[in-house]
Nanobody, 127 residues
Framework: QVRLVESGGGSVQAGGSLRLSCAAS????????MGWFRQAPGKEREGVAI????????YYGDSVQGRFTISRDNAKNMLYLQMNSLKPDDTAIYYC????????????????????WGQGTQVTVSS
């Protein structure tokens, strides 16, 4: 069982930055895909950035590539999302998610594959 708690959302003007944090219970480094998803009103939940087990591979959505950076602090069981050059289109609820992947398989950015979710944190970017 993995428990995830996000923090760090808020309101910012376009071009600004925010850092989201996700505190994970248990050791998720070696056997879990860990990542960030977001959901804007009226849209499907989409994968933003995902780390494979052991952080061997990183996925970024096309719309955030070059602006967002996912990272983790294994000692603290923390996952982060640094968001720079924010745009109004980045406005959404951001969720931390985890998926058990003991065989180090591919971490697809498909929301319904992830079993564990945080409560979400709102990010609002104004123009």
């Amino acid at each position: 069982q993995v428990r995830l708690v996000e923090s760090g959302g808020g309101s910012v003007q376009a071009g600004g930055s925010l850092r989201l944090s996700c505190a994970a219970s248990g050791d998720t480094y070696t056997s879990y895909c860990m990542g960030w998803f977001r959901q804007a009103p009226g849209k499907e939940r989409e994968g933003v950035a995902i780390l494979s087990p052991g952080s061997r591979r990183i996925y970024y959505g096309d719309s955030v590539q070059g602006r967002f950076t996912i990272s983790r602090d294994n000692a603290k069981n923390m996952l982060y999302l640094q968001m720079n050059s924010l745009k109004p289109d980045d406005t959404a609820i951001y969720y931390c998610a985890a998926k058990y992947e003991p065989l180090a398989g591919t971490c697809y950015p498909t929301a319904n594959l992830y079993r564990y979710w945080g409560q979400g944190t709102q990010v609002t970017v104004s123009s």
